[in-house]
């Protein structure tokens, strides 16, 4: 099991605290991030429609329901250590344990062990902001009804699961596995760590809300997307959800930003 860490729960904190990264350590003032804080090796994803779900895939996968999107772009990467590492540095972030760690501290892997909030404090650090899960999703597959990220079957050696046919026991580098490459050239996409999304997760939100390509107002979980180092094909599907308490943090589950076009 991965390990996991909890901060208290946000309950009735007021929302405008919540979104301003303002909590624990984390400070509003923190300075501007520096240039290597925020990448511009983002893809741009034009605007299109695509099937969100998966009709074999977990009941809240399906209904599929054909969504159209306004164009945006998204980091082709993890967020790696390197640079969440800057903005723990700002204080604007809270540092994660594992940080130090030999293999998931490694610079050039994805930052783990960072909760929903750390994830949004970043994003917006870097005047960007989480993915909606309908943009994840669509960034990875595209127009078609692939279900990994590359078209054809699973293939151990594209993305990092378990097992050890892909070279890792734990995480890998952000830009590992480029054979995995999505449509739009996303990295990672399956598998390496699962990724936040900023959406609430509602497990009957497809069949409530079929022509939303906003997730639910409220709930008590977020949506993690794309499966970890630990999970097998199933788990790593693109049209794979899971849901998550945000506070909740572990070794398994990173994140990417996304912005505007």
Same mark, same amino acid.
């Given at each position: 099991?991965?390990?996991?860490?909890?901060? #208290?729960?946000?309950?009735?904190?007021? !929302?405008? !605290?919540?979104? #301003?990264?303002?909590?624990?350590?984390?400070?509003?003032?923190?300075?501007?991030? @520096?240039? /290597?804080?925020?990448?511009?090796?983002?893809? #741009?994803?034009?605007?299109?429609?695509?099937?969100?779900? =998966?009709?074999?895939? +977990?009941?809240?996968?399906?209904?599929?329901?054909? !969504?159209?999107?306004?164009?945006?772009?998204?980091?082709?990467?993890?967020?790696?250590?390197?640079?969440?590492? !800057?903005?723990?540095?700002?204080?604007?972030? $809270?540092? /994660?344990?594992?940080?130090?760690? @030999?293999?998931?501290?490694?610079?050039?892997?994805?930052?783990?062990?960072?909760?929903?909030?750390?994830?949004?404090?970043?994003?917006?650090?870097?005047?960007?902001?989480?993915?909606?899960?309908?943009?994840?999703?669509?960034?990875? *597959?595209?127009?078609?009804?692939? *279900?990994? @990220?590359?078209?054809?079957?699973? $293939?151990?050696?594209?993305?990092?699961?378990?097992? =050890? +046919?892909?070279?890792?026991?734990?995480?890998?580098?952000?830009?590992?596995?480029?054979?995995?490459?999505?449509?739009?050239?996303?990295?990672?996409?399956?598998?390496?760590?699962?990724?936040?999304?900023? $959406?609430?997760? =509602?497990?009957?939100?497809?069949?409530?809300?079929?022509? /939303?390509?906003?997730?639910?107002?409220?709930?008590?979980?977020?949506?993690?997307?794309?499966?970890?180092?630990? $999970?097998?094909?199933?788990?790593?599907?693109?049209?794979?959800?899971?849901? *998550?308490?945000?506070?909740?943090?572990?070794?398994?589950?990173?994140?990417?930003?996304?912005?505007?076009?």
């Amino acid at each position: 099991m991965p390990h996991r860490r909890e901060r #208290s729960h946000f309950g009735l904190v007021p !929302l405008m !605290l919540l979104i #301003s990264g303002c909590y624990a350590h984390a400070r509003r003032d923190a300075p501007a991030p @520096p240039p /290597s804080a925020a990448p511009t090796d983002m893809v #741009s994803i034009p605007p299109g429609s695509f099937t969100m779900g =998966d009709m074999n895939g +977990e009941p809240s996968e399906y209904p599929e329901r054909r !969504l159209t999107l306004d164009g945006f772009r998204i980091d082709r990467t993890e967020v790696s250590n390197q640079a969440y590492r !800057l903005c723990v540095r700002a204080r604007a972030c $809270d540092a /994660s344990p594992y940080l130090d760690d @030999p293999v998931l501290g490694r610079d050039d892997h994805p930052v783990v062990g960072v909760t929903w909030a750390d994830a949004y404090a970043f994003c917006r650090w870097v005047g960007k902001r989480l993915p909606s899960e309908a943009e994840w999703e669509y960034a990875a *597959k595209g127009s078609d009804l692939r *279900k990994w @990220p590359w078209t054809g079957a699973f $293939d151990r050696k594209k993305a990092n699961t378990s097992g =050890d +046919e892909d070279g890792y026991a734990q995480t890998a580098p952000v830009t590992a596995f480029a054979e995995g490459a999505g449509p739009f050239g996303t990295l990672n996409m399956a598998g390496n760590v699962g990724e936040w999304v900023v $959406d609430f997760f =509602d497990p009957t939100y497809y069949r409530t809300a079929p022509s /939303s390509v906003r997730g639910p107002s409220q709930g008590r979980e977020r949506v993690v997307r794309g499966g970890s180092y630990r $999970d097998a094909a199933h788990t790593v599907r693109v049209a794979a959800r899971r849901p *998550k308490i945000p506070t909740e943090a572990d070794n398994t589950v990173g994140f990417r930003c996304a912005a505007g076009a």
